[in-house]
């Protein structure tokens, strides 16, 4: 499960606003109301909002989102049926507060997932993602409502003879590698056989119940990846297509910059250098001219040196 800190999200955003940082010294009267918000201090909109402090909402709206994932573990969480009930309505709750926090706007102050209104300037960028993450989020929230109290006690109790199979198997197992007399030793294997066989038909009952599945098809890490490449797209000025890979640093978000041939993440601390890459990923200084064509110069040193040599010899 991803994770993203306020802090890398900070150190992440404030090195892409560089750019625009730049235009708001300038005098570019569009970017006036940013004031300090992309430097540490507030915003001249309603809320005065901080960098930090939205950096902190989102990391919190980034991780609630994220743990719809276990949207299954908690539905068959329950000793009764009262219980179950309440868990489906807690859980109904977060989908739902999720869905409203996927707005541009959310409030004359503020803009998706309560950050400052400043955001909704990036709709044009983000608009698509939100909707398809939006999209997600609502069938996720069908799914749960579908639920209902007879199949998820099924199902958690599928689940519970599952685990005692798997001991089973793994402890019959054990024994038949430890045991030196083999009449004993097949006897533990007939009974992991045994429970391999009643596994197999629980399994295949599994696969009959929908809520079995619950939440496997839903993958926020994606979203949240192509939201942020749509953020960077537009503070950064470039324009590139939305990441579908998940980050290899949990601790931070994706900047989708792998321009070096094999890379597919890069570090967001280091997603803004002041220099970008060439085409081929190769950041290095050009070489010297002399060292670049050494070999046609010594050639026409070499060339010119004979001519001098016969000019010489005929006179």
């Known amino acids: 499960m991803t994770q993203y800190t306020p802090k890398s999200l900070e150190t992440w955003f404030r090195k892409l606003a560089i750019g625009r940082i730049s235009s708001k010294k300038a005098g570019k009267s569009e970017y006036a109301n940013d004031a300090g918000y992309w430097e540490g201090g507030r915003c001249n909109w309603g809320a005065a909002h901080n960098l930090v402090e939205d950096c902190e909402r989102l990391a919190e709206f980034f991780g609630g989102i994220t743990e719809l994932r276990n949207?299954?573990?908690?539905?068959?969480?329950?000793?009764?049926?009262?219980?179950?009930?309440?868990?489906?309505?807690?859980?109904l709750g977060k989908v739902h507060e999720a869905i409203n926090g996927l707005q541009m706007r959310t409030s004359?102050?503020?803009?998706?997932?309560?950050?400052?209104?400043?955001?909704?300037?990036?709709?044009?960028?983000?608009?698509?993602?939100?909707?398809?993450?939006?999209?997600?989020?609502?069938?996720?929230?069908?799914?749960?409502?579908?639920?209902?109290?007879?199949?998820?006690?099924?199902?958690?109790k599928l689940l519970s003879d599952e685990r005692k199979l798997q001991k089973e198997i793994e402890e019959n197992e054990r024994k038949a590698r430890n045991e030196p007399d083999d009449n004993k030793k097949n006897q533990f294997?007939?009974?992991?056989?045994?429970?391999?066989?009643?596994?197999?038909?629980?399994?295949?009952?599994?696969?009959q119940l929908k809520t079995a599945r619950l939440g496997d098809d839903f993958n926020p890490d994606n979203h949240i990846n192509n939201f942020l490449q749509a953020v960077e797209n537009k503070l950064s000025g470039k324009n590139r297509p939305p990441r579908t890979t998940k980050t290899a640093n949990p601790n931070q978000p994706p900047t989708g910059s792998g321009d070096s041939a094999g890379s597919s993440n890069t570090n967001p601390s280091t997603s803004y250098s002041g220099n970008y890459s060439s085409p081929n990923g190769n950041n290095q200084e050009p070489k010297p001219f002399t060292e670049k064509y050494w070999k046609e110069l010594l050639f026409g040193s070499a060339f010119l040196l004979s001519a001098y040599y016969i000019l010489n010899q005929e006179e």
């Open 71 to 91: 949207c299954r573990r908690e539905l068959t969480t329950f000793n009764n049926q009262e219980e179950f009930e309440k868990n489906k309505q807690a859980l």
């Open 108 to 156: 004359n102050n503020s803009s998706i997932g309560g950050v400052c209104i400043i955001w909704e300037s990036f709709a044009d960028s983000l608009n698509s993602e939100i909707e398809n993450f939006r999209k997600d989020l609502e069938l996720l929230r069908t799914d749960i409502e579908r639920v209902s109290y007879n199949e998820m006690k099924e199902l958690q």
């Open 189 to 207: 294997i007939f009974l992991a056989d045994q429970a391999k066989d009643k596994w197999k038909k629980l399994l295949e009952r599994k696969k």
